[in-house]
């Protein structure tokens, strides 16, 4: 059984570029969750997708933008980046009617 | 608005000692309270999990208490050790709050002298 993979692993952007991460489910889990997590603090949910289709947001702006492909795999841009998105994303996979969530390693996203 | 606390924000143990941190909710809709465990540079690990219709579940050295007339749960972490040495999170989730979020406590950074 694989974990939950995240790629790439660390990226560096500059102001107003966009960005695409990458998440691959652990095998199984038909749910992917990002979560945002600021140096120093809890991660913050941004949105979850299953079936394809985001289902259920946090306070995060739409420039916040999500996909799930058939095989439970998930990309998750963010475009015109600003100074404050720099932080480490984490996808978290579960299956749906399952609370329980397992997390990726991260990406960290250092914004300049 | 912030629904779940954790305190301290940071706690200093000896080899062998029993850290305890502590999760205060607010939303009675939350169902599912996890604690993960997450190292420097890597993703939180899940470590245990409660429903509040039980007070306590414990897996190896860890266990979690859970008071759902306060509102209150916490973690203990029996005989520590260096090993342990890490940020813990409390979290919270429930039916009805969007997509079963999990709603995470600021952290706890725990370090284990030997």
Same mark, same amino acid.
């Given at each position: 059984?694989?974990? *939950?993979?995240?790629?790439?692993t660390?990226?560096?952007?500059?102001?107003?570029?966009? *960005?695409?991460?990458?998440?691959?489910?652990?095998?199984?889990?038909?749910?992917v969750s990002?979560y945002?997590?600021?140096?120093?603090?809890?991660?913050?949910?941004i949105?979850?997708?299953y079936r !394809?289709? !985001?289902?259920?947001r946090?306070n995060?702006?739409?420039?916040?933008?999500?996909l799930?492909f058939?095989?439970?795999s998930?990309?998750?841009? *963010?475009?015109?980046l600003?100074?404050?998105?720099s932080?480490?994303?984490?996808?978290?996979s579960s299956?749906?009617?399952?609370?329980?969530?397992?997390?990726?390693?991260g990406?960290?996203?250092? *914004?300049? | 608005?912030?629904?779940?606390?954790?305190?301290p924000?940071?706690?200093?143990?000896?080899?062998?000692?029993? +850290?305890?941190?502590?999760?205060?909710?607010?939303?009675?809709?939350?169902?599912y309270f996890?604690?993960?465990?997450?190292? +420097?540079?890597?993703? +939180?690990?899940?470590?245990i999990?409660?429903?509040?219709?039980?007070?306590?579940?414990?897996?190896?050295?860890?266990?979690?208490?859970?008071?759902k007339?306060?509102?209150?749960?916490?973690?203990?972490?029996?005989?520590?050790? +260096?090993?342990?040495?890490?940020t813990y999170?409390?979290?919270?989730?429930?039916?009805?709050?969007?997509?079963?979020?999990?709603?995470?406590?600021?952290?706890?950074?725990l370090?284990?002298?030997?």
């Amino acid at each position: 059984e694989t974990g *939950v993979t995240q790629s790439p692993t660390h990226l560096i952007k500059t102001r107003g570029q966009q *960005v695409t991460l990458r998440c691959s489910s652990q095998s199984g889990h038909n749910t992917v969750s990002w979560y945002q997590q600021a140096l120093g603090q809890g991660p913050q949910f941004i949105f979850q997708y299953y079936r !394809e289709e !985001e289902n259920g947001r946090g306070n995060f702006p739409p420039r916040f933008s999500g996909l799930q492909f058939p095989n439970y795999s998930s990309e998750l841009n *963010v475009n015109a980046l600003e100074l404050d998105d720099s932080a480490l994303y984490l996808c978290a996979s579960s299956h749906s009617g399952i609370e329980t969530q397992y997390f990726g390693p991260g990406t960290r996203l250092l *914004v300049l | 608005q912030q629904q779940v606390k954790q305190s301290p924000q940071s706690l200093i143990v000896q080899k062998g000692g029993i +850290p305890i941190i502590n999760c205060a909710y607010e939303n009675t809709a939350f169902d599912y309270f996890p604690w993960y465990q997450q190292f +420097p540079g890597k993703g +939180p690990a899940l470590l245990i999990a409660i429903r509040p219709d039980v007070s306590e579940k414990k897996e190896g050295r860890f266990t979690i208490s859970f008071n759902k007339s306060a509102k209150q749960f916490s973690l203990h972490i029996m005989d520590s050790q +260096p090993g342990d040495s890490a940020t813990y999170f409390c979290a919270a989730s429930g039916v009805g709050t969007s997509g079963s979020r999990l709603t995470f406590g600021e952290g706890t950074q725990l370090t284990v002298n030997p």
